[in-house]
């Protein structure tokens, strides 16, 4: 969709989780090997994949909700995220981070970077694209953090011309 600069930090992994399933054309590139492999889910059973498409809708009804929707009361991300038990790891230079125990593990590589993020102020700013029929994550870069479209030439185009459209005919 969107030519954006990817998410920063681990934020990026779960822009990239997210956007695996294109909307509009109903793609899911979780079926290609290459999209499997750059998530590191190269030898992802039925089952994983599954899991992984759970996680990936469960993180966009999230991400919508940043965008400022309301929230989804069944989202079972929480649920999800306990299956992923993180580590507080101290490096050489003293900073603390908290990490996978697993880290091979798509979901607690997502819970690491949804914990880091939250800690550095970021996460809110991984949105969900307010088109019904786009809805692909974006970091939202803008100063005051109220972007609400993945691309304003493509779907803030659209939707400014849909409300142009409206006006007219009343």
């Not at 991300?77 to 580590?87: F, H, I, S």
Request: proline share 6%; with cysteine; hydrophobic share 45%.
């Amino acid at each position: 969709m969107a030519e954006r600069a990817p998410a920063p930090g681990g934020l990026a992994l779960i822009e990239a989780l997210v956007n695996t399933l294109d909307l509009e054309s109903g793609v899911d590139s979780l079926s290609s090997a290459e999209a499997r492999a750059a998530l590191g889910l190269d030898d992802a059973s039925a089952a994983e994949l599954d899991a992984a498409r759970e996680l990936r809708e469960s993180l966009r009804a999230v991400c919508l909700v940043h965008g400022g929707h309301p929230p989804v009361p069944a989202t079972p991300l929480d649920r999800l995220l306990a299956a992923a038990p993180l580590v507080v790891a101290v490096d050489a230079d003293g900073s603390a981070a908290l990490r996978p125990v697993d880290p091979g593990s798509l979901v607690a590589r997502v819970a690491a970077a949804i914990a880091s993020a939250a800690g550095d102020g970021t996460w809110g700013r991984l949105k969900a694209c307010e088109a019904s029929d786009c809805h692909w994550a974006y970091y939202d870069r803008s100063p005051a953090g109220r972007s609400r479209w993945c691309s304003m030439a493509v779907c803030g185009s659209r939707a400014k011309m849909r409300a142009y459209r409206a006006a007219r005919r009343t």
